[in-house]
């Protein structure tokens, strides 16, 4: 990588981006481009302070508790954007 972060601040396109870029910042480079494989085929990840899922990831019991959704959820440290 040219820069020391993958996403720029100055690079989003709106504030509430941010979980996705923090979350894409954390991930090191050997592991990247399977986090992106994943995704591309509805895979979720999970990093040390933030995670992303799909609803299809999560087990019956969270399917129960949460709120269907559609697409991706980015979550930081508890925080679901």
């Given amino acids: 990588m ?3 972060f993958r996403i720029e601040e100055s690079e989003l396109l709106a504030t509430n ?3 996705v870029k923090a ?3 954390m991930v090191n480079d050997e592991s990247f481009e399977k986090v ?3 995704l591309c085929n509805k895979t979720g990840f999970g990093e040390n302070y933030g995670a992303c899922t799909f609803w299809d990831d999560l ?3 969270d399917k129960t508790n949460t709120e269907y959704y559609e ?3 980015f979550g930081l440290n508890n925080e679901l954007y």
């Fill in 71 to 73: 697409g991706a959820e």
């Fill in 36 to 38: 992106i494989y994943g």
């Fill in 17 to 19: 981006h941010y979980p």
């Fill in 23 to 25: 979350l894409f910042n």
């Fill in 59 to 61: 087990d019956d019991y």
């Fill in 2 to 4: 040219s820069s020391e």
